[in-house]
């Protein structure tokens, strides 16, 4: 009996079942393109990635023209339902978290609320794509204004799963500094007035202390427990915390809760990884709180917490 190869007996089933072939060739190119996907994603990091229509339409407009289109959105409406604001133009202020550049292009995450003291959020951030190459760097301040292009969603570094909102812009713009002009002096040609001296009474003020960082307490935590209130003077107050004694990465969990009140108010190590350390502001105060520690694993956190007044 004549022996026949496996691609031959492919070949003629494919002579007799031409749908089989179609349907199997999908299946392949399905299976590379989604290995294509998952090699290009990026964990931890923004990635540069090709522009799309977006882009290349408000690159073509004539920026005066753009600017007239801009419409009002805070973050809040937009992160609320990103999609319903795609293709629409806006302009936003803010602090660069995160760039990166390959040639004319990149991707950059912007923060886009000032919580004052110098401090932009780190929660409320978009996803700002770009087509020419910008000299700005983390931690500028730049503008931007383009399409808004619903959500994009990323790996973070403890591989979690982060959806915030997007846009495309053609040019990053580096925030100026503006100052204000002295007006000029009105000068005459006629003789000066004389006028009689006028006596004038100084009130001295009392010198004012600039805000500064005040240390409340620290707080070695080993097991799950709640601390002690603690009294917060201030409107800004943060937790500078660390695990070093954590081998096996792992997630705490700490909480801010005020006596008597039914609830958290925010999260301080979630969504970070021990071991590692940190610092993380808050903004509730003044006011009497607790936290609240959950550690899974025989180390101890230490927590220090210092008040801005």
């Keep these: 009996m004549e022996k026949v190869n496996f691609m031959e007996r492919l070949g003629r089933s494919f002579e007799k079942h031409p ?7 999908v299946f392949i ?3 590379i393109v989604s290995s294509i996907s998952d090699s290009n994603r990026s964990k931890g990091n923004v990635s540069v990635s090709s522009t799309d229509n977006h882009v290349v339409s408000i690159c073509d407009q004539d920026p005066t023209a753009l600017k007239s289109r801009v419409m009002a959105v805070s973050y809040k409406q ?9 293709g629409d133009i806006a302009t936003f202020k803010g602090q660069i978290l995160q760039i990166q550049q390959s040639g004319d292009e990149g991707v950059m995450r912007l923060s886009v609320t000032n919580l004052g003291y110098g401090v932009w959020s780190p929660n409320d951030v978009i996803y700002v794509t770009y087509r020419t190459a910008t000299p700005a760097v983390e931690g500028d301040i730049v503008s931007v204004t383009g399409a808004l292009t619903g959500s994009q969603t990323y790996t973070s570094q403890a591989n979690f799963q982060i959806t915030i909102p997007s846009m495309n812009v053609c040019v990053v713009e580096t925030a100026s500094k503006t100052t204000t002009a002295t007006p000029a002096k009105k000068t005459s040609s006629a003789a ?8 004038t009474t ?3 003020t009392a010198p004012t202390t600039p805000a500064s960082w005040h240390t409340v307490q620290t707080i070695t935590a080993n097991t799950t427990e709640n601390t002690a209130p603690f009294t917060i003077q201030g409107k800004q107050w943060s937790v500078q915390w660390s695990c070093p004694s954590l081998n096996v990465p792992t997630t705490p969990t700490v909480r801010v809760y005020s006596p008597g009140s039914a609830g958290y108010k925010d999260d301080i190590a979630e969504p970070d990884v021990c071991p590692s350390s940190n610092t993380t502001y808050l ?4 006011g009497t709180f607790y936290l609240s520690v959950g550690i899974f694993s025989p180390a101890a956190m230490i927590m220090t917490i210092q008040d801005y007044y």
């Design 29 to 31: 190119l399905s299976v």
């Design 78 to 86: 937009l992160s609320k339902d990103p999609a319903s604001f795609d």
């Design 202 to 204: 100084t009130i001295p």
């Design 283 to 286: 903004y509730d105060g003044p």
């Design 19 to 25: 749908i089989l072939g179609i349907v199997l060739v």
């Design 192 to 199: 000066p007035v004389q006028s009689a001296p006028q006596q």
